[in-house]
Nanobody
């Protein structure tokens, strides 16, 4: 059974940085994709970034491209989301999720971790 554990959220000032971590256990040797989603107050959940653990192919939503960086540490089975130049609209609960097919769309992720809250405030 694949399990994901997200951490790293917190309170940060506008323009600040945070790094989220997602530790994954139970993955097979397939080309898994790990993604970060977020759900802000009163908003729908959105997929913001993904990475293939085999090819390192990445995707970013327009809302975070250029500010966020996703990476995978194979030795630690951990996916990171480095978030820079944070804005109030980045305030959300952030979730990591996994799917066994790295070509999957965001609505096809089927393993989920618990959320971690990021609050961006002045």
């Amino acid at each position: 059974e694949v399990q994901l554990q997200a951490s790293g959220g917190g309170l940060v000032q506008i323009g600040g940085s945070l790094r989220l971590s997602c530790v994954i256990s139970g993955m097979t040797d397939d080309d898994w994709a790990i993604a970060w989603f977020r759900q802000g107050p009163g908003k729908d959940r959105e997929g913001i970034s993904s990475i293939s653990v085999i090819t390192d192919k990445t995707y970013y939503a327009q809302s975070v491209e250029g500010r966020f960086t996703i990476s995978f540490n194979d030795a630690k089975n951990t996916v990171y989301l480095q978030m820079n130049s944070l804005k109030p609209e980045d305030t959300a609960v952030y979730y990591c999720a996994a799917t066994i097919d790295s070509d999957s769309h965001f609505d096809e992720y089927n393993y989920w971790g618990q959320g971690t809250l990021v609050t961006v405030s002045s």
